[in-house]
């Protein structure tokens, strides 16, 4: 994997080979109205001014060996810095993911998700998908998959619980939409450790995320 590498986005080389000075850096770094940085035309670049200035970028090999740019865009340098230095330091610990990983929807990965299961039966995955629409989409399916953590996940267990929980449920015979009740153990083991669990075993095989946060998430206990 190549080295990390920092880019100012507003600044450049002249066409000389002149490098910007340090009295034109300290000015534009000093100043809020960038129109009044002392620095000359020859050192602008054609988006000086507009957008975040400065750029990280990295590169990672796709399936067929093709390295592909990868890169974030921060407004301070410091930031730039600190976010290179994380990312020099996992590339030498083994543990590098993409940054940008995850910023899928979990809705999109769940539904690349039973395209990997070749083995499972029809009414297992029709029990499967069920669940998901009913019960895990109306929670977590505009939310990225960065934005899923024990904290959140273990609240709407709880609320599977107690009957306080986003639902799609069908409508009764009068056409009015049911409320939800509190679920069983067995019912919420099903939604949260077989069906949810699986799809962030997906995310985490295909280096989404790090880590599938419900291995850390309790969940009620059967009682005999």
């Known amino acids: ?28 770094a000093n100043t809020k109205d960038l129109a009044k940085a002392r620095v000359p035309e020859k050192w602008r670049t054609s ?3 507009t957008g975040k200035r400065w750029r990280v970028r990295w590169y990672v090999a796709d399936s067929d060996g093709k390295n592909i740019q990868k890169s974030r865009y921060f407004e301070k340098l410091s930031d730039a810095e600190s ?17 940008n990983a995850g910023h899928h929807l979990f809705r999109v990965v769940a539904e690349e998700w039973p395209q990997s299961k070749v083995d499972i039966k029809d009414v297992t995955l029709g029990r499967y998908t069920r669940d998901t629409r009913v019960y895990v989409y109306p ?13 959140d996940v273990q609240s709407w267990v709880n609320d599977l619980v107690a009957g306080n929980y986003k639902t799609e449920l069908p409508l009764d015979k009068h056409g009015v939409m049911r409320k939800p009740k509190p679920l ?16 962030l075993d997906f995310v985490v095989k295909h280096d989404y995320l790090a880590e599938n ?6 969940t009620p206990k059967r009682v005999k």
């Open 1 to 28: 994997m190549a080295r990390v590498i920092i880019d100012d986005r507003w600044l450049r080389t002249a066409e000389d080979g002149a490098v910007p000075s340090s009295a034109a850096k300290r000015s534009l």
């Open 47 to 49: 988006i000086y001014g």
């Open 83 to 99: 976010f290179k230095a994380a990312m020099e330091d996992d590339i030498r610990a083994g543990r590098y993911r993409d940054p």
């Open 139 to 151: 929670q977590w399916g505009d939310v990225l998959l960065s934005g899923i953590t024990v904290k």
């Open 184 to 199: 069983p153990p067995s019912s919420i083991k099903n939604i949260v450790r077989v069906v949810m669990c699986s799809v």
């Open 213 to 218: 946060v419900i291995d850390k998430v309790i």
